[in-house]
């Protein structure tokens, strides 16, 4: 008598996903993003993030929660990052005089007494957020006179921005000078932005 195989074996395409069941465990680069989302290593988070979720999915493994906790921890950062050297604009390197000693940008709410600058850009409106300081040696459109500061409360910022300028003029300056000014808008006076910017051409 001839024994018969009775085993079972696995047709191609049939084997289970997983052998011996599902890998325990929470994912190692789900650990190590959710630690360096919280440490700000932002790079670093969305690198382990980004295996992490894959290898999750391919595996079973639990992490998935910590990677995505991980990476938008490092988003997060980013943002706030970005936020905070918005609010506190470009660094503007000056000589020992107090004068810009090179070409570099500053927003028009910074600008200094005997700064001298080229406007940068503009707005759709014509209004102008950002300009080149330059040493006064070099070409300019204008080098700023005095910052005298406006009533927040202004309903009308440029009437308010005209009359600090003459009020602010210097004596010695002379009659036949071209002069203008910068002023914020409304909107901006109530957030405590209240100068104006009063140049020389």
């Not at 992490?52 to 079973?60: D, E, I, K, P, T």
């Not at 080149?132 to 700023?144: A, E, I, K, N």
């Not at 910022?157 to 000014?181: G, T």
Request: with cysteine; glycine share 10%; charged share 20%.
């Amino acid at each position: 008598m001839t024994q018969q195989d009775t085993s079972v074996t696995d047709r191609p395409g049939t084997a289970s996903r997983y052998a011996d069941g599902p890998p325990m465990g929470v994912n190692r680069f789900a650990g190590w993003a959710r630690i360096c989302g919280l440490l700000a290593l932002a790079p670093f988070a969305v690198v382990f993030g980004v295996i992490a979720l894959v290898q999750v999915r391919r595996s079973g493994q639990r992490g998935r929660g910590a990677a995505v906790v991980g990476m938008a921890a490092a988003v997060a950062w980013v943002l706030l990052g970005l936020g905070v050297s918005d609010l506190a604009g470009p660094q503007v390197q000056r000589d020992h005089s107090g004068g810009v000693s090179h070409r570099q940008a500053d927003s028009v709410f910074d600008l200094g007494v005997g700064d001298c600058f080229t406007v940068r850009d503009r707005d759709p409106e014509g209004g102008i957020q950002w300009v080149l300081l330059v040493p006064c040696s070099q070409q300019h459109d204008g080098q700023v006179y005095a910052t005298p500061a406006l009533p927040r409360d202004s309903l009308d910022p440029e009437a308010a921005a005209k009359a600090a300028c003459r009020k602010a003029l210097p004596s010695d300056m002379p009659a036949d000078a071209s002069l203008s000014f910068l002023y914020p808008e409304s909107s901006t006076l109530a957030h405590g932005r209240a100068r104006a910017s009063c140049f020389k051409l």
